[in-house]
């Protein structure tokens, strides 16, 4: 070892009389490694956030779709559908028909995207065991409710009374027209509610495609897009990069779109509020980093007798530097070592015990949710190891040695 290092390790740890010096030394390390314990746990909590919410909009948004790009609906006749059943990786596809409803029950009314399936929707989406009331079926007479707008047109199971959709007739305006003359009705029971997501629960009905065609008064091939489950195993990325060449054609305008495409503003926030967490936590440790600035100022200040006989004997100046930033920087490498190893523990004892939780409600876990990542502690520790790098480089160059 090196002698500089050797005189950073006994400043550091060798036992001395209690001073001011030493308090700030000590000080300064704690609000480092309590800084990075904290960036760790805020991130694995913000983890495990996403990953709830993301896991939420899963259970509803199928893996795959394939969505017309120009125009809103297209014919299962004329996109090639058995070689995009037969594509590897693919494992069932659905017709879904989605649209916006009027629908009222009894005295109250509602704005709802209906969305009707096809046989096996429950199988893309597991929708049939998130159920929060009913049972699951899907047929042109029956609705599977969000949970929002259940409650809000204050329906019942089992319901003696249908709920009326109406969508207005295409090619026509509601100017001067009676109800029925505007809007094509049908009539259908609610069967079962389900609470998935505040988004999906004030927004979605859930029924057979049979019943949307009818409204909308498609053809019996007709979809607004197709839903895919894809086999275990198999990698989402290439299963679109495929089918993306497969449907490229002059005559063809669909785009197949992954979770992440279903609901892009979610993910661009998330991301966005991701950074903007990095960049606030990276503050408060540039913060803790000015008390190891004073801390190390103090330290060369008190350490004059010391620095006057290293220099007599031998020790030129850049050594001299080269020990206080020895000392600096194994103080920050102490701090930084010991914050991850607290951020670890206490967001280990989070997943596993369920030490903070939600609080009483109806929450969809009862402990915060963590989700611990290697990346965020590599990227914690260069971080708050360059911020403090930094910050000591610069004090020791400054100093008066």
């Given amino acids: 070892m090196r002698v500089e290092r050797l005189i950073a390790v006994r400043y550091l740890f060798a036992r001395k009389q209690r001073s001011v010096v030493n308090i700030i030394s000590w000080i300064s390390l704690v609000g480092l490694m309590v800084s990075t314990a904290a960036l760790i746990i805020v991130l694995s909590v913000y983890n495990g ?27 299962l006749t004329e996109i090639g559908l058995p070689d995009i059943v037969a594509t590897e990786g693919v494992a069932e596809v659905v017709p879904l028909a989605s649209e916006s409803a009027w629908m009222t029950y009894g005295d109250q009314q509602a704005i709802v995207t209906l969305r009707g ?16 009331d ?12 969000g949970g929002e707008i259940f409650y809000r047109l204050g329906m019942k199971i089992p319901s003696a009374l249908p709920a009326a959709v109406h969508i207005p007739k295409r090619g026509t305006t509601a100017m001067g027209l009676t109800l029925d003359e505007a809007f094509n009705i049908a009539y259908a029971y609610p069967v079962a509610n389900f609470f998935i997501q505040q988004d999906i629960d004030n927004r979605y009905v859930v029924t ?27 990698n989402p990325s290439k299963v679109k990069k495929y089918l993306n060449t497969l449907l490229l054609t002059p005559h063809s305008s669909l785009t197949v779109k992954d ?9 661009k926030i998330f991301r966005t509020e991701r950074l903007g967490i990095y960049l606030i936590l990276s503050l408060i440790v540039l913060i803790s980093t000015l008390s190891l600035v004073a801390s190390l100022s103090l330290l060369i200040i008190n350490k004059r007798d010391d620095i006057f006989m290293l220099k007599s004997m031998g020790m030129t100046v850049r050594q001299v530097r080269r020990s206080f930033l020895a000392e600096g920087l194994l103080i920050c490498a102490v701090a930084v070592v010991a914050g991850l190893l607290i951020g670890f523990v206490v967001c280990f004892l989070q997943q596993h015990f369920g030490l903070i939780r939600m609080g009483d409600g109806n929450f969809v876990v009862e402990a915060f949710p963590v989700a611990m990542r290697a990346q965020d502690f590599l990227w914690t520790f260069l971080l708050v190891m360059l911020i403090s790098t930094l910050s000591v480089t610069l004090t020791v160059r400054r100093a008066r040695i």
């Avoid at 009913?134 to 409710?145: E, F, K, M, R």
């Fill in 259 to 267: 979770r992440y495409d279903q609901q892009p503003l979610y993910f």
């Fill in 49 to 75: 956030i996403g990953e709830l919410t993301k896991s939420l909009f899963n259970t509803f948004d199928p893996e795959l779709v394939i969505e017309p790009s120009e125009g809103k609906t297209f014919r």
């Fill in 134 to 145: 009913g049972h699951y079926q899907i047929a042109d007479n029956t609705l599977i409710v």
């Fill in 208 to 234: 057979d495609i049979a019943l949307v065609r009818r409204l909308m008064n498609y053809a019996p091939d007709e979809c607004t897009s197709l839903a895919l489950r894809l086999e275990p195993g198999a």
């Fill in 117 to 132: 399936v096809g046989d096996g929707y429950h199988r893309l989406t597991g929708l049939d065991t998130l159920l929060n």
